[in-house]
């Protein structure tokens, strides 16, 4: 995967006007992707966002031994794993890698990967996953510092277990490897967002036999080996969310379309709360904001249905906005602010303490003004354009790439509705040497 270079550049105060189509979700095609290690026949997967993160996970099945092109926006993968060492540093660079490990297991009795590190939003730490794994027959090897080599010489086998915490990573590491297990898998306390419960239609659909997932219990009969399938991931949540916040920060109006507006609605009547008009109807939202925004006092995130940890930073940008004071704590992650020094250079008055970030308003006739900003990790760069959109000036916003790992054609979209912005793919002193001279 490239690193987080690039940098976008931003006039600020321009209204959005238009229409969005919301792409397939990062966070579905991810765990798909895995997915896809079980499946002995071709798949198809409609539509995928070109992401970075898509791409590290295409790196991975490749090192795994399948075949992986692109057709007209489809991904088209066929093939089945020969190799159970997930090439190193993609993997190491992907929280996502460790989705990876289940079907290796369950496909070739050993799964072998760098350890996905600490992340900047926090300690990420895995014990779930090995934990439901050790429970289904997977044991651990010590393979030195930073590794991480789990085999199931006896194969994975179905077994009760009961979840301390709802993580959507473990939910779908242990249905990815109790769908090919032998016997019958329960899972309580599973996580419940909508990215398990497409995760497992998809599964469904190559032949796999799981109920309830996208509820709490989840119960999994194993079968030999899945099919495979043609299949069109759940729209994104948390593009939807950011493009909301987005038209609310900027102004105007904007139309999200092909994302159902339940499955973010905490985000959609916050955004009223504040003073925007949100109109739902079928799978479209449109939120459009000619006032001024309001504070809305304390806002907390939480597992699903509550409101997503992802989409906690944009929502932020927007409160940056807002005439009164508030708060968002996360309490799934412990660094989910780190937009929060990019806030206070644009001129907003904001702190952190613990998990919340608080929000003033800005003193009467004062508003944020353009500078230059560094993406922190991928939704608190995106929250950083998106608070760029509402300052007066120009805003550079470094490490883009960062972006790049969740949203495909992120400046592009917002220049189609009318923000002015551009990205610059080379970092500025690259470009700088290579400009010929003027003489
Ligand atoms: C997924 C999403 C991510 C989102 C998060 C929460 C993908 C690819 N990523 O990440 O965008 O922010 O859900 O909605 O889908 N935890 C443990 N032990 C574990 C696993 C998790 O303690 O074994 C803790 C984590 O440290 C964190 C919390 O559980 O505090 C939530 O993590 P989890 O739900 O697993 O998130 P991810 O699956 O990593």
């Known amino acids: 995967m490239a690193g987080y270079k690039g940098s976008i550049i931003v006039e600020g105060g321009r209204p959005l006007h238009g229409t969005v189509r919301v792409p397939a979700a990062k966070n579905s095609v991810l765990p798909l992707l895995a997915g896809v290690l079980l499946c002995g026949e071709p798949v198809r997967l409609r539509a995928v966002p070109r992401l970075a993160d898509v791409e590290g996970c295409i790196t991975l099945l490749q090192g795994a031994g399948l075949a992986a092109r692109w057709e007209n926006g489809d991904l088209l993968l066929s093939g089945s794993p020969v190799c159970s060492t997930l ?7 992907m929280r996502a890698s460790i989705l990876f490990c289940a079907p290796l297991l ?52 179905g077994a009760e277990i009961t979840l301390r915490f709802p993580s959507v990573g473990a939910t779908e590491t242990l249905i990815l490897a109790a769908v090919c297990a032998k016997g019958r898998t329960v899972l309580r ?26 509820s709490s219990t989840v119960c999994i009969e194993g079968r030999r080996q899945l099919s495979g399938c043609v299949f069109s991931p759940l729209p994104d949540r948390i593009f939807a969310s950011t493009l909301a916040c987005a038209a609310a920060v900027a102004g105007g109006r904007v139309e999200l379309a092909g994302c159902p507006p339940r499955l973010y609605a905490p985000v959609l009547e916050i955004l009223e709360q504040m003073g925007c008009r949100v ?5 479209n939202a449109c939120v459009s904001r000619y006032g001024s925004l309001k504070g809305v006092g304390r806002v907390f995130t939480g597992v699903y249905p509550g409101l997503a940890t992802d989409a906690a930073p944009p929502l932020a940008a927007a409160l ?22 990019g806030f206070l250079r644009l001129g907003g008055r904001v702190n952190v303490t613990g998990r919340t970030l608080h929000i003033r308003p800005l003193p009467p006739g004062q508003s944020l003004a353009g500078s230059r900003l560094v993406a922190p990790d991928l939704r608190g760069g995106a929250a950083l354009v998106l608070a760029a959109l509402a300052a007066e000036g120009k805003s550079e916003i470094r490490q883009a790439g960062y972006i790049d790992r969740g949203y495909a054609d ?30």
């Open 279 to 283: 109109e739902r109807s079928g799978k």
């Open 410 to 439: 992120f400046t592009k979209i917002l220049a189609g509705l009318g923000a002015q912005i551009r990205r610059e793919t080379a970092p500025r002193a690259e470009r700088v040497k290579k400009t010929p001279s003027k003489k």
């Open 106 to 157: 369950a496909r070739l009795g050993r799964a072998e990967t760098a350890l996905p590190g600490g992340c900047r939003i926090g300690a990420r730490p895995i014990d779930l996953h090995l934990e439901g794994l050790a429970r289904m027959g997977a044991q651990e090897l010590d393979a030195g510092p930073g590794r991480l080599v789990l085999t199931a010489p006896a194969g994975l086998h």
């Open 189 to 214: 306390g599973a996580a419940r967002e909508p990215e398990i419960a497409d995760l497992a239609d998809f599964l469904n659909r190559c032949g796999g036999k799981i109920e309830g997932a996208g």
């Open 320 to 341: 940056l906005c807002a005439g009164g004071e508030s708060s968002i704590e996360d309490v799934i992650f412990e660094r989910r602010f780190g937009c929060a020094e």
């Open 87 to 93: 090439p190193g540093e993609t993997a190491a660079q």
